[in-house]
């Protein structure tokens, strides 16, 4: 069982940046490929982008490819999502999710936070 935190969220204009954090606790977080998804109200949860157990794969969606970046650091049960040159239809909630694979993938996640809000305005 993996436990999930999302922090970071916030309000923030067109350009800017934010920084999420997503802090694991249970078993060993280094175990797990993790994922970052978004919902936008009245739209379906699409992915945004995954990291595996180490990091040596990162798949992005091509709506946030060369603007976010994700990152992990295992030995403080962490994962981040770096959010730059943020646009209003970014604004969405923000989870994090985990895997019980070291592999990287768009779907097949088994542990979810509660989600972070992320407003982009105009």
């Known amino acids: 069982q993996v436990q999930l935190v999302e922090s970071g969220g916030g309000l923030v204009q067109a350009g800017g940046s934010l920084r999420l954090s997503c802090a694991a606790s249970?078993?060993?977080?280094?175990?797990?490929?993790m994922g970052w998804f978004r919902q936008a109200p009245g739209k379906e949860r699409e992915f945004v982008g995954a990291i595996s157990w180490r990091g040596g794969t990162i798949y992005y969606a091509d709506s946030v490819k060369g603007r976010f970046t994700i990152s992990r650091d295992n030995a403080q049960n962490t994962m981040y999502l770096q959010m730059n040159s943020l646009k209003p239809e970014d604004t969405a909630v923000y989870y994090c999710?985990?895997?019980?694979?070291?592999?990287?993938?768009?779907?097949?996640?088994?542990?979810w936070g509660q989600g972070t809000q992320v407003t982009v305005s105009s």
């Open positions: 999710a985990a895997r019980s694979s070291m592999i990287a993938t768009i779907d097949g996640y088994d542990y």
């Open positions: 249970g078993r060993t977080f280094s175990s797990y490929a």
